[in-house]
């Protein structure tokens, strides 16, 4: 009986080997690295997110969201208050607006939570960077689980944001965008004085806002915290939502995901499908090749009363607001 026992024992082995090679074979490890088609922007990325496996085990409310909305002194009339007349009136304690003057009137009268960075008004590298930084530093003060960045042009689709966001863990390494670009961008790290070192990364452009979990912002923090930001910026000689990336991506080496759900004011917003509009998270409008570029929906306001069509998607989603047309409410 010993001597079949040892007999057998190698053939077992080898049978197990076998079977763990073919498993292997079948199920290899997932890859690593950045997506392979970095032209895709994908509502696919977010519907495979919202799948079961993958959904985060905290429940998420507006509440846990940090809005950081960057803007300037002189858009504080135009821009501002279409912003705080629509989708900020539905999330005023969770948006912070980041500019760089100080608006007694427009801080008492929409009751806004306005941050004055003391940063240039220019529209520099260098200001930019400097308001980037000051967002960052008052989100970690926050103790909120995700930081989103938009711009003054933005319209946020809550309900859109939300469900997004809530399919994806906080303390995970998260960083969801749009990249303007359809290839990576390459910077120089100026190591010494005799010569530089290459990287390519890819960034979320911050014209159509982007965010990122909390777990990623706190390992950010070296090259992010306390003026650190600006520091790591001028060593690349790049805008801040440049920066964002090369840190989260060339530093931590954690890749952005890509999602469609994201707009600015640099891509041809008159091609989003109509009856897709109202599930996007962020939409824009602006000059799109010399052209009017807003998306195209229809609505109870006309283009001349409603150039940006950003009353019109508000009225679409929240039809009982105020100054709705009555033919918008149920």
């Known amino acids: 009986q010993l001597f079949v026992v040892r007999c057998i024992a190698p053939e077992i082995i080898a049978i197990r080997a076998q079977l763990l090679i073919l498993i292997i074979f079948i ?3 997932p890859p690593r690295g950045r997506p392979e088609d970095p032209q895709r ?10 799948s079961p496996g993958s959904r985060s085990k905290d429940s998420l409310d507006l509440r846990d969201i940090f809005i950081a909305v960057k803007t300037t002194r002189k858009y504080h009339k135009s821009r501002l208050q279409l912003l705080s007349q629509t989708w900020v009136s539905k999330a005023k304690e969770q948006t912070f607006i980041f500019t760089d003057g100080e608006d007694k009137e427009l801080r008492h009268k929409a ?15 260098q200001a930019l960077c400097c308001k980037m930084s000051v967002e960052y530093d008052k989100f970690i003060e926050s103790q909120k689980k995700w930081f989103c960045h938009m711009d003054d042009d933005n319209y946020v689709i809550l309900p859109s944001l939300l469900e997004l966001l809530s399919s994806y863990s906080h303390t995970q390494d998260v ?4 990249p303007s670009l359809d290839h990576p961008i390459e910077a120089a790290e100026r190591v010494k004085s005799d010569g530089s070192v290459s990287v390519k990364f890819w960034f979320a452009t911050g014209g159509a806002g982007f965010c990122i979990s909390r777990g990623l912002a706190l390992k950010m923090s070296p090259w992010a915290s306390l ?3 600006i520091t790591t910026a001028e060593k690349i000689r790049l805008p801040d939502d440049c920066t964002v990336g090369y840190i989260i991506e060339a530093l931590l080496e954690v890749p952005l995901t890509h999602t469609g759900l994201f707009h600015s004011h640099l891509e041809n917003l008159q091609r989003l499908p109509t009856d ?13 090749e010399n052209r009017r570029n807003v998306v195209s929906v229809g609505g109870a306001f006309s283009l001349a009363e409603d150039p940006t ?3 019109t ?4 989603l929240y039809p009982d607001t105020e100054w709705c047309p009555r033919r918008t409410r149920h």
């Open 27 to 29: 199920h290899p490890l």
């Open 41 to 50: 922007m994908l509502e696919g990325d977010a519907a495979h997110a919202r």
């Open 111 to 125: 009751g806004l939570n306005i941050i004055n960075t003391n940063c240039s008004a220019a529209h520099t590298r």
């Open 175 to 178: 960083y969801l965008g749009r």
């Open 227 to 229: 003026g650190n930001f």
């Open 276 to 288: 897709n509009i109202l599930k996007q998270v962020t939409l824009s409008y602006g000059g799109f």
């Open 309 to 311: 069509r950003f009353k």
């Open 313 to 316: 998607v508000h009225c679409l």
